[in-house]
């Protein structure tokens, strides 16, 4: 059920908006994910490919590299129905190239034009040329990868340029969307040769900080010291630096999917983005508020019956106080927060032995790794719970039919009778076979690096060995999830499904798809200020925590401060009740159609609009404020069950079911918490500052002899944020005074066998006790990252003024 009405009511159709988009505009994307799964912008172009049809028709093309076994299973190739299109594809094909018309079988079904870079290879060495003297970027000869990108991009531009002679005259206007580095020489080549299309450069993740995050540096504290030259060059990228670097300021519109990419584009790219495009998803809302529920019943039910195989011989826990949680996502240990997140668990299990608590932890680690096989102890795990549900079922249809006998002779069994010797037997042996010397595996398969793996050396320090004593366990599935796994047969969206919360403490995430897929499926997720989804939901919601999304602290916090935050956000949660669980996943799955992109296309039209006011200013204006509408939720009305009321609303471990809860009028609340910000005003200061920062915005779309945009980062028009966000947790009950003196890493500096007692009233557990409800933020904040304010240095700000100490 939508909170906020028909948000489609605020996408219209460009034609019918008011806007100047005309029906002889053509939109391009060029990603080098079309049709090939490389990574997450390819979840980008395909699930927003079903809005950006139904707002542009046939008006919209992609473009992508041709690999056979693509697209035999993902495109039908066809004749293009475009007469201009098809004789630039004949024209091309007769001159040696190798382009490709088709329908990629996606919903949606849009059209996609395919270039085989490997058939132009013999053009390779006079494009790298010409590149070298537009633009002084030269290319080694072993980088595979960047070659395909010269191929790929000198196409891209071929293609163009024969496209707009083949339309005699009459061509439309045409915007060209690119994404990443890797279609950046496109970009180059086309403003180079005068090629009048609207551009666009989108990175989803600056090439630079990528590689500078892989080597485990103080990343956010030294962006502005960075020497991005020697940076580039010691890693032996500076060519493909210089590709990405030279497409943004290039461009018209440069674009990034989250404000904290802003900021970090800003710094390494020497160019601030003009607008914050972020990531949507395409959602299926259910007909009936419990039906996502029921969904997660079923998935949950399928995890049990894994864990119940895993565990044998040493299931003496309550599965129905059993909660689940998980992390996934590519294996970048650091990057991806698996370390904070193993210390965190390891300090949970103390905290729940401690106080004897009947819950019982299981976190999953869902990150490929190199493995040679499955476990065999984990195979037979599941195979002695096949064979007991076997027995069992034999004994139960034995007993079943004997006992319907006797009823019909009107007889009223006795307990000898139902049960023979021979079961006793069966069963017996069933028992023995139950019987384990060794503990439960904590991974799955067998790892070919196990003596060195991050995660199995971690759990070797902190000492979670799924003992019997032990309220947490943990299980490592190094492989992706599939339905026909003969060890967890399901889906990862099953899995998420059935899972009770997500934990992505991440330091490096520009986006974050796995919280977000969270969002829409009800399931609330722990992620970070450091992720672009963190910073999108700081943005849109005054208390997240109310809606079952917790913002971990990681910008302004030391490691282990963040630990002990994190800490208290899992003991929380894992303390609340079967029924407060489920009224916040309904309030987290409400949230979703803030990440649909109905919603977060409107971004995208607002790039699109301003690039055609750059391109052609005679013919688009560049009055934008009809597109400002933003969402916001203010703070729940009523107490919202998450983790930070459940002490003061519900007894210690009540399950009680006798609480008031009406779902139509948490929902009709919501709607009333509903902000419709204004952004007149921003937009009309992003307009005065493109004024200043555009040089090329009066003059001929094709003069490329002077830069089209200041190489360097302005103080006066750069991304900044606040020095200091508002702290959804009071983290500091697990450090003592001296904490501003401690070393930050968490394995020597805190002991996970002795934190805070959480039931100490001064220092409570609560995670949401920083914020004041009667002090909500302010709804008329601009919920565009551009206008925000960062420092030069980041830094964790004194212990006198933090809100969490006051």
């Known amino acids: 059920m939508s909170v906020f009405g028909d948000v489609s009511e605020s996408l219209r159709r460009p034609e019918s908006s008011g806007h100047s988009l005309r029906d002889d505009v053509i939109l391009v994307e060029v990603a080098w994910e079309v049709t090939n799964k490389v990574g997450g912008i390819y979840t980008v172009i395909q699930t927003k490919a079903k809005v950006t049809i139904d707002e542009w028709g046939e008006n919209y093309v992609m473009m992508g590299p041709y690999f056979e076994h693509n697209v035999r299973t993902q495109v039908e190739l066809v004749e293009p129905q475009n007469p201009a299109i098809k004789r630039t594809i004949d ?107 609207a551009t666009i450069f989108t990175t989803h993740a600056t090439l630079l900080g990528r ?37 943004v300021h290039c461009t018209h519109v440069f674009t990034t999917v989250s404000e904290i990419t802003a900021v970090e584009a800003g710094y390494l790219l020497k160019c601030k983005p003009h607008v914050v495009t972020p990531n949507g998803l395409n959602l299926r809302k259910f007909s009936a508020v419990h039906e996502f529920q029921n969904l997660h019943s079923k998935s949950k039910m399928r995890i049990q019956e894994f864990v119940r195989g895993h565990f044998y011989g040493h299931l003496d826990f309550d599965l129905d106080k059993t909660v689940y949680f998980f992390i996934a996502g590519r294996y970048e240990f650091t990057n991806k927060g698996a370390d904070l997140f193993l210390e965190a668990l390891a300090r949970l299990n103390y905290l729940l032995r401690t106080h004897q608590s ?10 490929p790794a190199r493995t040679n096989n499955f476990n065999v102890e984990t195979l037979k795990g599941q195979a002695v719970r096949k064979q007991l549900w076997d027995t069992a079922n034999a004994v139960k249809e034995k007993f079943g039919k004997k006992l319907y006998e006797s009823l019909l002779s009107g007889e009223l069994p006795e307990a000898k009778q139902m049960i023979d010797q021979e079961d006793f037997v069966m069963m017996k042996r069933a028992l023995l076979s139950t019987q384990r010397q060794s503990l439960p595996p904590v991974c799955t ?24 004593n032990d309220r947490v366990k943990v299980i490592f599935h190094p492989e992706f999830l599939s339905s026909t796994s003969p060890l967890l047969p399901l889906d990862y969206e099953e899995f998420v499904r059935g899972c009770h919360l997500g934990v992505f403490p991440s330091y490096y995430e520009p986006w974050g798809y796995t919280p977000a897929e969270c969002t829409v499926m009800g399931i609330p997720s722990i992620s970070t200020n450091l992720s672009g989804f963190g910073c999108f939901m700081e943005h849109h919601i005054t208390d997240p925590s109310a809606y079952g999304v917790y913002i971990l602290d990681r910008r302004f916090k030391s490691l282990d401060e963040c630990c002990n935050q994190l800490t208290s956000f899992l003991y929380s949660f894992s303390q609340q009740s079967r029924r407060q669980r489920i009224i916040q996943r309904n309030r987290t799955e409400r949230l979703s159609d803030l990440l649909d992109w109905r919603y977060l296309g409107r971004y995208y039209t607002h790039a699109r609009l301003l690039a055609l006011s750059k391109a052609f200013p005679s013919d688009f204006s560049d009055d934008l404020a009809e597109i400002s509408a933003s969402l916001h939720y203010s703070q729940p009305t009523s107490s919202p069950p998450s983790p930070s009321f459940s002490a003061a609303s519900t007894p210690r471990y009540s399950d009680s079911e006798i609480e008031p809860y009406d779902e139509e009028e948490e929902v009709e609340i919501d709607r009333k918490n509903i902000k419709l910000d204004s952004m007149l005003n921003l937009i009309h200061e992003r307009n005065k500052n493109l004024e200043e920062s555009f040089t090329f915005r009066k003059s001929s779309i094709g003069n490329t002899s002077s830069s089209s945009r200041p190489s360097e980062f302005s103080s006066s028009t750069a991304t900044t944020i606040p020095s200091k966000p508002t702290d959804p947790s009071d983290a500091n009950w697990m450090t003592n005074s001296s904490d501003s003196k401690m070393p930050t890493n968490p394995s020597v500096s805190h002991d996970p066998r002795k934190p805070t007692d959480p039931s100490d009233p001064s220092k409570s557990t609560n995670p949401s006790t920083s ?10 904040r601009p919920t565009n990252p551009s206008s925000s304010k960062w420092p030069r240095k980041l830094s964790n700000p004194s212990r006198d003024t933090n809100p969490s100490n006051t």
Not at 135 to 140: L, T
Not at 162 to 174: A, H, K, L, M, T
Not at 358 to 367: D, G, P
């Open 771 to 780: 914020h004041d409800p009667s002090k909500p933020t302010d709804p008329n």
């Open 211 to 247: 590689y500078l995050c892989a080597g485990n540096v103080d990343f956010y504290n030294n962006l502005a010291y960075f020497d991005v030259d020697r940076e580039a060059g010691e890693r032996q990228i500076y060519h493909r630096y210089c590709m990405e670097r030279a497409a």
């Open 445 to 468: 398969h067998n790892m070919l690096d196990d003596s060195t793996d991050p995660i199995l050396s971690t759990i070797r320090r902190i000492g979670l060995f799924n003992h019997p």
């Open 358 to 367: 009947r819950v019982t932890v299981v976190a999953f680690f869902i990150m």
């Open 91 to 197: 024209s091309m094909n007769s001159k040696g190239c190798k382009v490709y018309f088709g329908r990629w079988l996606i919903e949606g079904n849009p059209c996609v034009i395919l270039f085989d870079v490997g058939a132009t290879a013999w053009s390779l060495d006079r494009w790298k040329a010409e590149l070298w003297d537009c633009c002084s970027i030269g290319i080694p000869w072993y980088d595979r990868e960047a070659n395909d990108a010269v191929l790929f991009g000198f196409l891209i531009t071929w293609f163009l340029g024969e496209f707009v002679s083949q339309c005699e005259g009459n061509c439309p206007f045409i915007i060209t969307h690119f994404h990443e580095w890797l279609s950046g020489v496109g970009l180059i080549m086309c403003r180079f040769r005068k090629i009048p299309v």
